[in-house]
């Protein structure tokens, strides 16, 4: 019973936390471009944007379009004090407030289940999601995949958004009369037909909800204060978010048909599946597979990870990329890496502790890839992408640490290597993941990351890559990790991070 106290009162610490990370104050600012030619941009998951079809706008003189502007005049003239703060809160870039509700999410279900009397772990039930363990546990594999496809969503909703924005070139309200003031800071130029906000509000909607069951209530009450908040400023009008609507459920529903039939329902395997796996890599000459050092024993999280659909890369490429074994437990070459692994352990202060701090992203939080998106997002913001900009940036990103976390835990399954305190308890680690070594998973994620937005912000790509070296050498600091652990997860975050380049380069948007 105390052990359940300690999880609510950390569930409830981690949500009060998180509350900060959903309403943090965004930059004001307009985009430095509108990308006019956003819907011709190829998309991900659809063939073309006009696979999704809607209705033709009302004409701006019709009787039905004039009724529209006249309840927003009616909302305006009775605004509201909660209007205001909704209007100001999403005022600048709606798919970052939604990657932050994302990451808030991520960090108040990344808490591993506590441990049955009888020495068993209870797992999280998407079918009965409110009993405890709640679902889900949003660990790295869980949280990695959650960002990617609420990202590629969001990027295909706008390539088809900004195709029928300018195919149809219906402005918004306050641009359409003299009557209807704009609240917040308008893009004159940026038809409103149909509405971007509702598009998003409503695609996150769809998917969270999935994603994050127990929350619905929450995520529903976003999403109507977002569309509610653009009424009410004047930059949409009721058909304008009807329109965006009926994208979002088309988007939503093709999304959601790969996410449900993407092997991810299989990754935990079961303890026959756990015993081949381990035999299978003694038969590869790992002599000390990788076990459990939790008390009692608890399954490895997530072992056939490695077997989900990647975005942005074949089964035979992610074989290809597997990197090669790493050195024979006992070798000069492991004695050499676990002595180090032992002696920066032993750092407490100073900048290697910092430095092994700042990169933890242990249970509790939104995980190393929620790391890579408040990174990405702090940037976007500051360049002035516009929302299809935005969208685009964050769906590369999240497919390349997606596919990343992928192959690194195909690499893990299939070498079953200890971890260096497994080898040597006298090493003091911070946190202890519940998987095997050899490649790490913040390298493998965080070379993909940076690999990217080093593309999309060429300027500043010697920082970020500087920034992934950095969480790969926090992970030896913590005495989690080899150093050839985070070398070969870094040369293939690289790889994996270069086909997104390649993906980017080649979908219209330069």
């Known amino acids: 019973m105390t052990k359940h106290i300690s999880i609510i009162i950390t569930l409830f610490l981690l949500a009060a936390c998180s509350k900060e990370i959903s309403q943090r104050s965004l930059p004001d600012f307009e985009p430095a471009s509108l990308d006019q030619n956003g819907g011709n941009w190829k998309p991900i998951l659809l063939t073309a944007p006009t696979d999704i079809l809607i209705e033709e706008p009302l004409a701006v003189n019709s009787a039905a379009y004039q009724q529209e502007l006249t309840e927003i005049q009616d909302l305006q003239r009775s605004i509201s004090s909660a209007d205001k703060k909704s209007i100001e809160k999403w005022k600048n870039s709606g798919i970052i407030r939604w990657n932050e509700t994302a990451r808030k999410l991520v960090a108040i279900y990344n808490i591993p289940p506590e441990a049955n009397p009888d020495g068993t772990y209870p797992a999280p039930n998407a079918q009965n999601p409110g009993v405890y363990p709640k679902f889900p546990f949003a660990n ?12 590629v969503a969001l990027y295909d909703a706008m390539v088809t958004t900004w195709h029928y924005k300018f195919k149809y070139n219906r402005m918004a309200p306050a641009v359409n009369s003299p009557a209807v003031e704009a609240l917040e800071p308008i893009q004159e130029t940026l038809p409103s037909y149909p509405s971007e906000d509702a598009v998003v509000a409503d695609v996150a909607y769809r998917l969270l909800k999935v994603m994050f069951p127990n929350d619905s209530v929450m995520l529903d009450k976003e999403r109507a204060e977002q569309k509610r908040a653009k009424l009410v400023s004047g930059l949409a009008s009721p058909s304008d978010i009807r329109a965006g609507e009926a994208i979002a459920a088309q988007i939503a529903a093709t999304t959601l048909a790969r996410y449900r039939t993407d092997g991810m329902g299989q990754a935990g395997g079961n303890p026959t599946v756990w015993k081949e796996l381990e035999a299978a890599a003694v038969g590869r000459g ?19 990870f490695g077997n989900v659909k990647q975005f942005l890369i074949t089964t035979a490429q992610r074989d290809s990329l597997r990197p090669p074994p790493p050195p024979a437990i006992g070798s000069d070459e492991f004695k ?37 998106n408040e990174i990405a997002c702090e940037a976007i913001a500051a360049a002035k992408f516009s929302e299809l900009r935005t969208a685009r940036a964050l769906a590369l990103m999240n497919m390349a640490i997606f596919d990343a976390g992928v192959s690194c835990w195909d690499a893990k399954t299939f070498y079953w290597y200890p971890r260096p305190s497994q080898v040597d308890p006298s090493i003091k680690t911070i946190g202890l993941p519940n998987f095997p070594s050899y490649t790490s998973g913040h390298s493998t994620f965080s070379a993909a990351a940076a690999t990217v937005l080093g593309y999309i912000f060429p300027d500043k790509a010697a920082e970020y890559q500087a920034m992934s070296l950095e969480a790969a050498e926090s992970r030896i600091y913590g005495g989690i990790h080899y150093r050839f652990d985070s070398e070969a997860g870094t040369a293939c975050g690289n790889a994996i991070g270069s086909f997104a380049v390649k993906k980017g380069q080649a979908d219209g948007s330069n």
């Open 140 to 151: 790295p594999p869980y949280a990695s995949r959650a960002y990617a496809y609420l990202q």
């Open 286 to 304: 790992i002599t000390m597979p990788w076990k459990s050092l939790e008390l009692p024993a608890r399954p490895g999280m997530l072992p056939l």
């Open 336 to 372: 050499t890496a676990l002595a180090e692994v032992k002696k920066m352990s032993e750092v407490k202060s100073g900048e290697v502790w910092r430095i092994a701090q700042l990169w933890s992203d242990g249970a509790g939080t939104y995980t190393p890839p929620g790391h890579w």
